[in-house]
């Protein structure tokens, strides 16, 4: 799925309106697994200025980018860190490694040849889903545009349920954030 979904339907799932740090620790953790990606891509992209197709086509499916995806998208890391959070009785840790979780848990079915070694370390097996949320070769054009209007349509619901400027600020820009996806795709796949 696209970042920017994540971080509603982490914010949806795990946020609190009564406990603001509950509910930033839940967008924080859905943000982290893309983390390193975005990390990555970007410092390769924009400050070694490496074409996009080398980015992208090599180094994504490199062994050292790989051997960082396995970490940060990991069902036994991020199922050791909600196990400390219940075991502390913490919610906003339980909210932040429960969003991860989440995060990596809709990802896990969605990526058809470039998904993460989500069972690391006990295995590198990858995952190769029929479906991608992206790829148009295995079902993207269907998947962009429903996943694009279910993240809108819970942030109608997240913008009812939050009243405070800073979340309502950071909800409008979860939604504004998916325009360049909906751009994208209108481009690439018109009517």
Known sequence: MYTP???????????????????????????????????????HLFILGVPPDIVFGQLYYSDLWQSIFRIDNSFIVWGGVLAL???????????????????????????????????????????????SYWDPNHHGRVLTPLEIAASWAICVGLWRKYIGRIFRGLIALFAALQLPVAAAWVMNFPA
């Open 85 to 131: 959070g219940v075991a502390l009785r913490s919610a906003w840790l339980v909210a932040f490694s429960g969003a991860a979780l989440l995060h990596i848990g809709l990802d896990f079915p969605l990526h058809h040849d470039d998904g993460r070694a989500h069972f690391w370390p006990i295995t590198n097996w990858v995952f190769q889903s029929p479906v």
């Open 5 to 43: 979904t994540h971080l509603i339907v982490g914010m949806a799932a795990f946020g609190r309106v009564d406990a603001p740090k509950v509910t930033a620790a839940a967008i924080v953790g859905a943000a982290l697994p893309d983390m390193s990606l975005y990390l990555l891509a970007g410092t």
